[in-house]
């Protein structure tokens, strides 16, 4: 059984900074594609950014290129998302996510529980 835990969010101004982290535990993801997804107020949850098991490759949703780093540290079992000059519709909850098919396909067959993240304008 994989666990998930995100910790990181919280209430931050409009060009402001925060660092999401994700401790995976349970089971070694050392080899698999993980990532973050984030879901808004009345929206689906969508993809923001993942990355290969071994962090040489990554990719990102157009809105948050230049602005998110996504980046892990396989042996501590953690991915981070850094988050810089954020935006009012950066304002959601942001899940951690891991799986094979996360890099390629955007599929996740595991999930965190969630942090929110509050973009005040």
């Known amino acids: 059984q994989v666990q998930l835990v995100e910790s990181g969010g919280g209430l931050v101004q409009a060009g402001g900074s925060l660092r999401l982290s994700c401790a995976a535990s349970?089971?070694?993801?050392?080899?698999?594609?993980m990532g973050w997804f984030r879901q808004a107020p009345g929206k689906e949850r969508e993809f923001v950014a993942a990355?290969?098991?071994?962090?040489?490759?990554?990719y990102y949703t157009d809105s948050v290129k230049g602005r998110f780093t996504i980046s892990r540290d396989n042996a501590k079992n953690t991915v981070y998302l850094q988050m810089n000059s954020l935006k009012s519709e950066d304002t959601a909850v942001y899940y951690c996510?891991?799986?094979?098919?996360?890099?390629?396909?955007?599929?996740?067959?595991?999930w965190g529980q969630g942090t929110q993240v509050t973009v005040s304008s």
């Open positions: 349970g089971r070694t993801l050392s080899r698999f594609p």
């Open positions: 990355i290969n098991w071994s962090g040489g490759n990554t």
């Open positions: 996510a891991a799986g094979s098919r996360l890099y390629e396909y955007r599929i996740s067959d595991y």
